[in-house]
């Protein structure tokens, strides 16, 4: 239990176009994602916290604009990259927050993750 | 708060050994924290869990202890085997705040030797 998956695995595009990202909870709902980041040999970077029903809370020096957040149902959780540059190349991983059968609280999933690169 | 670093510590163990490590927070409003274990080129794993309260909590051949007192954790892993070897992170969550968001340790590399 508590699988969320990512799509696509990896994706390279030309600077300037857009990219949709999706993280889907395959075996549990999901009121609560969470989109990271992560560059080489790094820890992963909370990009935002995504709400079904709602908008997305963004960390401090995440535009908002560019990282597109659409959370429209208790399963699925869509980042769009608009207008791509290279520095948006990236490991990009989304999380779910769930609880498996036998556990008594909610802890958080991970996908496993999405390589961008921007040319 | 986040950490993040270039240069991974690394612990390197004998396979069959127990492998401990460790990990430092910083705020001492957190009331739950996770171990990932994140293999290269995927998503990070969920290994085990704690909250605080409690010390001390056992999974399949990993243990988990917190010491609240002077803010440290630890992740054991019983009997290492190669297929261990993995970047692990601990992260904190501080639920009270009504900010779920985790925040991640730098991580620790284990490499275990055959």
């Known amino acids: 239990g508590a699988v969320v998956s990512q799509h696509p695995s990896w994706v390279i595009c030309k600077s300037g176009t857009s990219v949709k990202i999706e993280c889907r909870s395959l075996d549990f709902q999901a009121t609560t994602m969470f989109w990271y980041r992560q560059f080489p040999k790094q820890s992963l970077m909370l990009m935002a916290t995504s709400n079904e029903g709602s908008k997305a809370t963004y960390e401090q020096g995440v535009e908002k604009d560019k990282f597109l957040i659409n959370h429209a149902s208790l399963t699925l959780s869509t980042l769009t990259v608009t207008s791509a540059h290279p520095e948006d190349s990236s490991f990009y991983i989304c999380?779910?927050?769930?609880?498996?059968?036998?556990?008594?609280?909610?802890?958080?999933?991970f996908g496993p993750g999405t390589r961008l690169t921007v040319l | 708060g986040e950490s993040v670093g270039l240069h991974l510590p690394t612990l390197s163990v004998q396979e069959g050994d127990n492998s401990i490590i460790n990990c430092a927070y910083s705020n001492s409003a957190s009331d739950y924290f996770i171990w990932y274990k994140q293999e290269s080129g995927k998503g990070p794993q969920f290994i085990i869990d704690i909250r605080s309260n409690m010390d001390k909590r056992q999974g399949q051949r990993v243990t988990v202890l917190l010491n609240k007192t002077v803010k440290h954790l630890s992740l054991q892993i019983a009997a290492t085997q190669p297929g261990d070897s993995a970047v692990y992170f601990c992260?904190?969550?501080?639920?009270?705040?009504?900010?779920?968001?985790?925040?991640f340790g730098s991580g620790t590399r284990l490499q275990v030797q055959p």
């Open positions: 999380s779910a927050e769930g609880r498996t059968s036998g556990e008594s609280w909610d802890t958080q999933y």
């Open positions: 992260a904190e969550n501080r639920y009270a705040t009504g900010r779920r968001a985790l925040t």
